[in-house]
Every structure is written in structure tokens, then in C-alpha cells.
């Protein structure tokens, strides 16, 4: 290990994984170029647009404003980890499918990790609430109906199946 790398130990979507980074790298470049983990966007790298959303130890955190020291013994959830498998949708990602609720499908993963730590804290979220737990993330295609539509259909869904 060269003197300007730090081991670093996290868990990417139930897997845990050891790599060494510079202290100065971001979590987004981690996760996207270390670990191929390619469904994190980076967008705006200012923490405005929302695109590199992940969960981290189960809340919404900008990846592109975090260093990837800062996950040392964390657990990361990006969009690669909402489905079950390969060829796999969760609830939340099928009633995206079903709603209409991506276009050009840029700030969807970012918007699908919003949407996960929302009905996590909040499993029957209004309009208003979804609304507002959307602010953070822009999307420049959809005027955000649809997006609230399928995040109200998957909360429906698992507010059914639970």
C-alpha cells in the first residue's frame, strides 16, 4: 500500500469490500470507477442535482460530497442494489416502469435512492411529502408527475404487501 492510500472496509449492497483510496477521493468515484458500480450518476459534482444519491447506513447522502474515507465501516446501498437479482425489479423500480416515471433516465437512480430512504422513514408519504422529498433531485424530462405518481404506486404496493 503506498503511503498515499487508506485501506478502506464498507458494505456495497450486502457485500463487504476492502479497497485502499486516496483520502481524497469521493464516494462516487469509488463506487463508479474502483467497484463498477455504474448506476450512481455523477451530475452537478456540487451536491445540487441529486444524480449520485446512495444510501448510507439507510439515509439519502450525495456520493459526489462525500469522501470515501468517510464510509469507513459504513453500509452503501446504490440503485444496483434495489432488485432482487439480475433481470429483477423492485416495487419501486416496477411502478417507475409502469408510471412512466423516467424519460432520458439520468437522475432516476439518484431519484430511485430518494424515494427508497422516503417511504423507509415514511411508508405512506402524500403528494405534498413526495413532493418535497423530491427537491433535491432535478430531473430536466419528466415535470416530476409521473415520478410522484410511481413513488405513490410503490408505496401503495408495499403498504399492501407489508
Not at 14 to 22: A, D, F, H, R, Y
Not at 52 to 60: E, F, H, I, K
Amino acid at each position: 500500500m503506498s503511503s498515499d492510500r487508506r485501506p478502506l472496509s464498507l458494505t456495497v449492497n450486502g457485500t463487504s469490500l476492502k479497497v485502499e483510496v486516496e483520502p481524497r477521493r469521493l464516494l462516487c468515484d469509488v463506487l463508479r470507477h474502483d467497484l463498477g458500480l455504474t448506476g450512481t450518476h455523477v451530475g452537478c459534482e456540487h451536491g445540487v442535482c441529486g444524480a449520485c444519491t446512495v444510501l448510507v447506513d439507510g439515509r439519502a447522502e450525495r456520493s459526489c460530497m462525500t469522501f470515501a474515507v468517510q464510509a469507513e465501516g459504513c453500509g452503501i446501498e446504490t440503485v444496483e442494489g434495489l432488485a432482487g437479482g439480475p433481470g429483477a425489479l423492485s416495487p419501486l423500480q416496477a411502478a417507475f416502469q409502469e408510471h412512466h416515471g423516467l424519460q432520458c433516465g439520468f437522475c432516476t437512480p439518484g431519484i430511485l435512492m430518494t424515494a427508497r430512504d422516503l417511504l423507509a422513514r415514511n411508508p405512506s408519504p402524500s403528494e405534498p411529502e413526495i413532493r418535497q422529498a423530491l427537491t433535491g433531485s432535478i430531473c430536466r424530462c419528466t415535470g416530476y408527475q409521473s415520478i410522484v405518481a410511481a413513488i405513490a404506486a410503490a408505496a401503495s404496493e408495499l403498504g399492501e404487501a407489508g
